[in-house]
């Protein structure tokens, strides 16, 4: 029961993770769209910034770190949706 109980919990966070990570990235990335002025001006910014390492990779490397913290948001609110969960779980037992 000790080790089973421990399996199953693991396996179980893993995929919640997993599954809300890519849900959230989701939901996020449907708010970001090319139009949206706050979008133009955070990647006009990072490809200055960029532009002094090399100009013609600038607007990839910017698209990049936006990728990223869209990442980093989504694994941010991945790990709420666990806590909640794991919560639920403890009041439940």
Do not use: C
């Amino acid at each position: 029961m000790r080790l089973g109980g421990a399996e199953i919990g693991i396996s179980l966070i893993g995929t919640w993770l997993r599954v809300r990570e890519q849900t959230h990235s989701n939901f996020l990335g449907q708010h970001i769209v090319k139009w949206k002025p706050g979008v133009n001006r955070l990647l006009t910014q990072l490809s200055q910034y960029f532009s002094d390492f090399g100009g013609a990779q600038a607007p990839g490397r910017a698209l990049g770190v936006l990728s990223s913290l869209v990442q980093r948001e989504a694994n941010t609110l991945a790990y709420i949706d666990a806590f909640w969960l794991t919560a639920w779980f403890a009041i439940a037992a």
